[in-house]
């Protein structure tokens, strides 16, 4: 018996439905730790950690070996900083290659037991592509009295900013002390660390240092103009609305505003622009264009 013929719409369609699915479908990473290890990509990552911890030294916001830089490399690995170094002193044989568990897989010396909380942030947030930590003085002091520094003072920290959180203490290092970051992480990208110091996130190590140095000077100001004595001017609450959109728009997190959303995943394919597609393809098998 003949087979009914397939119109050649219907052929055209469930081929390229397959291969519309079959691009959007995530891809899983295969680099090898060596050759994540050896790429130009972590070669410039390391020079961008070095860089950053010479920065925190020179402004001294770490002392001795203190303060832990990581940034993601790719979906599989991160690069950190080693223990017991001084940050003034890194060069690129130090820096390690973790996995997303601590592994180290590349790298002359132990990475830092502070990188449990870099990981944590990192597994939480898919926007946090860079961690810093360390210890800036004035914002170390508002952590030791337990307190945040006030909002609605200064543009530029509503901006980058806007509300600090404040984790609970435990015991650097450990992973109960890495954990005690998770309840902030999604709307905020400052956190202080109470009897230690402050963690800040960004999409590069350069600008994770950045909102540290915000943070410092700010609460330095902060600190400044109380001892004043006289009643702080605040920012007008439609005007910080309209920092908050603005925040929205450049895809910085606030907790006044809620969390945004994570960014866009492989979804199915929509018919609309599967429709017009295939139309394309048979109008030019058939010669009408």
């Known amino acids: 018996m003949e087979q009914p013929t397939i119109p050649i719409a219907e052929q055209v369609r469930e081929v390229v439905q397959a291969a519309m699915e079959a691009l959007r479908a995530p891809r899983p990473e295969r680099v090898s730790s060596t050759a994540a290890a050896n790429s130009f990509e972590a070669d410039a990552m390391r020079a961008e950690i070095i860089s950053v911890g010479r920065k925190l030294w020179e402004?001294?916001?770490?002392?001795?070996?203190?303060?832990?830089?990581?940034?993601?490399?790719?979906?599989?690995?991160?690069?950190?900083?080693?223990?017991?170094?001084?940050?003034?002193?890194?060069?690129?044989a130090d820096i390690c290659l973790s996995d997303l568990d601590g592994k180290i897989l590349a790298g002359d010396r132990p990475r830092t037991s502070e990188l449990l909380m870099h990981l944590e942030i990192y597994k939480a947030n898919p926007r946090a592509r860079a961690v810093v930590h360390c210890h800036p003085p004035y914002a170390t002091a508002f952590g030791l009295s337990g307190s945040v520094p006030p909002v609605g003072l200064i543009s530029e920290y509503e901006f980058y900013i806007g509300p600090a959180a404040i984790a609970r203490y435990e015991t650097p290092g450990t992973q109960?002390?890495?954990?005690?970051?998770?309840?902030?992480?999604?709307?905020?990208?400052?956190?202080?660390?109470?009897?230690?110091?402050?963690?800040?996130?960004?999409?590069?190590?350069s600008h994770a240092e950045w909102l540290v140095e915000v943070l410092e000077n700010y609460c330095k100001i902060c600190v400044i103009a109380q001892q004043i004595g006289k009643p702080l001017i605040q920012i007008p609450e439609e005007k910080i609305q309209e920092i908050l959109a603005l925040k929205r728009r450049a895809g910085l997190p606030d907790a006044r505003m809620g969390q945004l959303p994570e960014p866009p995943k492989a979804g199915p394919v929509n018919n609309a622009e599967l429709d017009r597609l295939v139309e394309q393809v048979v109008e030019r098998l058939e010669g009408r264009v």
């Open 59 to 92: 402004r001294q916001f770490v002392d001795g070996n203190a303060g832990n830089i990581s940034v993601r490399l790719g979906t599989q690995y991160v690069l950190c900083t080693p223990t017991m170094m001084c940050k003034r002193d890194l060069e690129p």
């Open 176 to 205: 109960a002390f890495a954990e005690t970051v998770l309840p902030f992480v999604l709307d905020h990208n400052t956190i202080l660390l109470p009897n230690h110091g402050v963690v800040c996130w960004s999409d590069t190590v």
